[in-house]
Structure formats: structure tokens, C-alpha cells
């Protein structure tokens, strides 16, 4: 564990902070609310949070989306760019995976954004050959 951070599975978090960590990732759009996270924390198999335990500020989180059975997905991993660099991305990936081996769940994936696949690579993550990933955008 990275030094002075405390990586936890929670139930629930601060909305603002993790609406924070969301935006820090580019993915908060208008249209989200902070007050629709604490249903997205409960709603995912497992939302990870790192904190610092100085300060008990998320300077992170990751979650799981899955059935619980069979597969799942990694996805919203964010760390604080003052923060990146010290294994707390690891870490919150590796709380993820631990989980979901736990659960006996062990088809484990995540669509990386291009260039962070040598984050996930040495974690044990491979490249989907012949995959291509897909998104809906209603146009039909």
C-alpha cells in the first residue's frame, strides 16, 4: 500500500469528493448530479476509495460493475494528479481484483484509455486480441 493512503471497499463516500474524483477523470458531464452517487457507490459490485489517513480526503477510487457471478468490469479508476505516481492506482486496482477473486469471479476486464495499458499490463491485465470495444450512441 502506497505510504499514508488507505484503500477501502465503501458503501457510501462524501458526494462531493467523488464527484471531484469524476471530474478529475474527464468523465462528469452536466446532465450528472452529486446527489445520484451515493445510489451509483451502492449500485456498483464494489466502489474502492484511497484516502489520505492524514486528512480523510478521497485521493482516489476505482469500482466494479458485475453480476457477482460470472463477469466483471473495472472501470472510473481515477487518482489525484498530486497524488499519481505513488501505487495508488495499483493499489486501488488490485483491492478490485481481490474482491472479485473472493467472489470466485475470475473473467476480470476493463476498457483502458490509449497509452494507460502500460499501468494495467504489469498488474496482470493482457491486451483482448480480435476485441474490438463498442459503445451505444442511439444512432440507428
Do not use: N
Not at 16 to 41: C, F, M, Q, S
Amino acid at each position: 500500500m502506497a505510504e499514508g493512503i488507505s484503500v477501502t471497499i465503501v458503501t457510501s463516500w462524501d458526494s462531493d469528493e467523488i464527484a471531484a474524483l469524476y471530474k478529475v477523470g474527464g468523465w462528469w458531464k452536466v446532465e450528472h448530479r452529486a446527489e445520484d452517487l451515493p445510489h451509483l457507490i451502492r449500485g456498483s459490485f464494489a466502489f474502492a476509495v484511497a484516502a489520505d489517513i492524514a486528512t480523510g480526503r478521497a485521493v482516489g477510487m476505482g469500482r466494479i460493475i458485475s453480476d457477482g457471478i460470472s463477469d466483471a468490469y473495472i472501470q472510473d479508476v481515477v487518482v489525484l494528479p498530486e497524488y499519481r505516481k505513488s501505487g495508488i492506482g495499483r493499489d486501488i486496482v488490485s483491492i478490485l481484483i481481490g474482491h472479485c477473486l473472493q467472489a470466485g469471479i475470475t473473467w476480470i476486464a476493463l476498457i483502458a484509455e490509449p497509452g494507460t495499458e502500460k499501468f494495467y499490463l504489469p498488474i496482470g491485465f493482457r491486451l483482448m486480441e480480435r476485441h474490438i470495444p463498442l459503445i451505444y450512441r442511439g444512432e440507428h
